[in-house]
């Protein structure tokens, strides 16, 4: 073989190299805690991604809202279930997060959040005021639910100091109320939540109204809104509640290529009654709802996608 044709092959193989797609990276995806929708709805999105990104293996780990953010920012995770509220604040640098956190990017908004606060019937507690002094159990610290549950206190001029609280699961929160060591569950996540069906099926419970909160809530961020949990939602709720709400939403990090987030938002659109399947409140979900302005702007890739169903959306 000559040194010119040498030469040709070689150019050859480095303009066929060039050419040829970029193999999809392995990714990791952050969901939630065990018990609530995110890890079933996890495991979904790595389903269709894997299939519809030849060469991505997608794996799926657990989170939390707060958690999902930072994990993004300190690139431990490329994608991550995110709660509307606490994802506005990480951009911001507002507390629980240290820094502006500027590597985090909106792929789609999913569904619907809703805080409930439960509480025995036989307990009595009529407002969130009554919790003064008792024990109260929530979500973990860094659970967006927590933060809330934190927030919801001080609209009332209470503080953790003001009552004995419990950072754990759903399954212990839901121990400690069975045993009557804690009477109220504040929780974020989806409707019905497994964990309240469940304490539902061993003792009559209240879901409080918390439509006298959204005003002070709104103060510390405004991102903040009501929804109704329609009643019949739980065993003996005979009435609509209100209760307060805010978005979910899968985030990405900015330096993703665009277009394998691109196929991402467009596989998530094409595949609505897989994920409704997951949860019911997804039933429905159009390219223009996931392009809801959230306040979190959206990555370049699932920009290109809403473009193309002639949606503009604001980008980095």
Same mark, same amino acid.
């Given at each position: @073989? ?10 050859? =193989?480095?303009?066929? /190299? ?31 991604? #894997? ?12 989170? =939390? ?12 995770? #490329? ?12 951009? /911001? ?20 959040? !809703? !805080? ?18 008792? %024990? ?9 639910? #927590? ?14 100091? *003001?009552?004995?609280? %419990?950072?754990?699961? !759903? ?5 400690? @109320?069975?045993? &009557? ?6 929780? &974020?996540?989806?409707? $019905? ?10 003792? *009559?419970?209240?879901? @409080? ?24 939602? !739980?065993?003996?709720? *005979? ?19 665009? *277009? ?9 659109? =094409? ?15 159009? $390219?223009?709802? @996931?392009? #809801?302005?959230? &306040?979190? $702007? ?10 193309? %169903? &002639? ?6």
């Amino acid at each position: @073989m000559t040194l010119h044709t040498k030469s040709i092959l070689a150019a050859l =193989a480095v303009s066929a /190299a060039c050419a040829a797609p970029a193999a999809a990276a392995d990714i990791k995806l952050m969901t939630g805690p065990q018990g609530g929708v995110w890890v079933p709805l996890g495991g979904q999105l790595k389903d269709m991604w #894997e299939k519809a990104i030849p060469g991505l293996s997608v794996q799926s780990l657990p989170g =939390a809202g707060i958690a999902n953010m930072r994990g993004i920012e300190e690139s431990k995770t #490329e994608i991550g279930f995110g709660n509307s509220i606490s994802t506005v604040d990480a951009l /911001a640098g507002n507390a629980p997060f240290n820094k502006p956190h500027n590597t985090i990017c909106n792929i789609a908004t999913l569904y619907p959040q !809703y !805080y409930q606060l439960v509480t025995p019937t036989a307990a009595g507690i009529k407002s969130v005021k009554d919790l003064k002094g008792k %024990s109260i159990t929530t979500q973990p610290r860094g659970n967006t639910g #927590e933060l809330i549950t934190a927030q919801l206190l001080k609209v009332h001029g209470l503080a953790y100091s *003001d009552v004995k609280v %419990s950072f754990v699961s !759903y399954t212990d929160s839901v121990t400690q @109320m069975q045993d &009557g060591h804690a009477v109220a569950f504040g929780l &974020g996540t989806a409707i $019905p939540a497994g964990s309240i069906m469940d304490l539902a099926s061993a003792r *009559d419970i209240t879901l @409080m109204d918390l439509s006298d909160s959204l005003e002070g809530m709104k103060k510390l961020n405004p991102g903040y809104t009501l929804v109704t949990v329609p009643k019949g939602t !739980y065993a003996k709720q *005979d009435r609509d509640v209100q209760v307060i709400g805010y978005a979910t939403h899968v985030a990405a990090a900015c330096k993703l290529p665009a *277009d394998q987030v691109y196929t991402m938002t467009k596989t998530m659109a =094409a595949n609505v009654p897989s994920m409704a399947a997951v949860y019911k409140g997804i039933t429905g979900l159009t $390219p223009k709802a @996931m392009a #809801e302005d959230i &306040g979190v $702007p959206f990555h370049p890739g699932a920009a290109k996608f809403y473009a193309e %169903s &002639g949606i503009t959306v604001k980008t980095r």
